[in-house]
């Protein structure tokens, strides 16, 4: 009879060993959890693009009664361009450089935000395709304008570039 009475109380503690040992556990995560506490910051850096100069090559311009005026606006993130008593078969060379000002590298491409249809002074731009470098690092392009066939002659437009530009990833060797 021994052994009837005794199983009950065998899987009782059994039961209250195993439901102590997951509170203990429990409780001993539950500390182990709230003092441990891990900070941590992910600072990437910042972008700060901008035209920085620019110059009219005016040897370049292939008729002198036609003045080309360029001039950065909008913080240095585009160049506006006007063209006063356009011809059509007018060309002149506009060059521009550009700083990275920010904590990281960059590439950049200007961009005219028309197409040819829209206007009929198309802007040939040349930019340096290498990786311009942190803190102050510059780069240069220049900007073919041409007016094409099919317009008035003496006549004037206005036309803007854009910089835009992304971060890039330097392999170093």
Do not use: H, W
Request: charged residues 20%.
């Amino acid at each position: 009879m021994r052994s009837v009475n005794f199983l009950p109380k065998l899987i009782s503690a059994v039961i209250f060993t195993v439901v102590l040992s997951a509170g203990i556990i429990g409780v001993s995560y539950a500390y182990f959890n709230s003092a441990n506490n891990i900070d941590s910051d992910a600072v990437m850096g910042d972008i700060d693009v901008v035209f920085s100069d620019i110059y009219i090559d005016q040897d370049s311009a292939t008729d002198s009664s036609c003045v080309t005026n360029a001039r950065i606006v909008d913080n240095g993130k585009n160049i506006q361009i006007n063209i006063d008593n356009a011809y059509p078969g007018y060309t002149s060379t506009i060059f521009y450089e550009v700083t990275n000002n920010g904590s990281v590298p960059v590439q950049y491409k200007v961009e005219q935000p028309y197409t040819e249809e829209d206007n009929p002074v198309q802007l040939d731009i040349f930019e340096n395709t290498e990786y311009i470098k942190r803190n102050g690092g510059k780069s240069q392009g220049q900007i073919i304008v041409a007016v094409s066939d099919g317009i008035g002659e003496c006549s004037n437009y206005g036309l803007y570039t854009e910089l835009n530009f992304q971060q890039t990833i330097v392999e170093i060797r």
